[in-house]
Structure formats: structure tokens, C-alpha cells
């Protein structure tokens, strides 16, 4: 069974920075792709950042130029490094890995981390 631990979120002023990391963990798995998602307040998940396999990065319009999805495939983790945030950026971003197992596949979502940018 294949975990994922995320980290890195926090409380940050508008402008600032913050890098999330998500950490796979288990055995026997290949990671396809890792991506980003977040969920704002009464709002409902969305799509952030994907990192396929092959090394393919694809973003939101909205964090287009400021964020940046990286992975380290030895590792199994996956970074999101967040520049000149903005009040509405403010959300709780999980992680998500598509993984082959085996001879099947599935995928696994992380517990969270809350960000939230405010002055």
C-alpha cells in the first residue's frame, strides 16, 4: 500500500513564498505521475500542478509564473514551490500519486496541509 506525507504549509504574508513537499512511501509501486490540488474554503477541489513521469509540468492559469511543481524520482517525492502568493491562493493542497503496482494501478491522496496568506 503506497502512503503519501505532505508538509510545508503555514501561515505567509501576500507576496511571500512557501515550498510544500509530498513524500511517497510503500513498495513494490511506480509512481506515473505526481500532481498538486487544492480546495479553498466553500469551494471545490481543483487541479494545481501536474509532474507526470516522463517529466511533463502543466499549471492553472492562475499560479501560471509563480509556482513550480518538481519531483524527485529517487525519492518519490514531489515539490510545489510557491512564489508571490496571493490571498487567494489560500487553500488546503493535497497531493495526489498515480502509481503501477504490480499489474494493476491506482492512486493515493495525501492528508493536506493548510495554507493560508494573509497579512
Known amino acids: 500500500q503506497v502512503q503519501l506525507v505532505e508538509s510545508g504549509g503555514g501561515l505567509v504574508q501576500p507576496g511571500g513564498s512557501l515550498t510544500l513537499s509530498c513524500a511517497a512511501s510503500g513498495s513494490g509501486f511506480t509512481i506515473i505521475a505526481m500532481d498538486w490540488y487544492r480546495q479553498a474554503p466553500g469551494k471545490q477541489r481543483e487541479l494545481v500542478a501536474i509532474n507526470t513521469r516522463g517529466g511533463n509540468t502543466e499549471y492553472i492559469n492562475s499560479v501560471k509564473g509563480r509556482f513550480t511543481i518538481s519531483r524527485d524520482t529517487a525519492m518519490n517525492t514531489v515539490y510545489l514551490q510557491m512564489n508571490s502568493l496571493k490571498p487567494e491562493d489560500t487553500a488546503v493542497y493535497y497531493c495526489?500519486?498515480?502509481?503501477?503496482?504490480?499489474?494493476?494501478?491506482?492512486?493515493?491522496w495525501g492528508q493536506g496541509t493548510l495554507v493560508t496568506v494573509s497579512s
Open positions: 495526489n500519486a498515480r502509481y503501477y503496482i504490480g499489474t494493476s494501478h491506482d492512486e493515493v
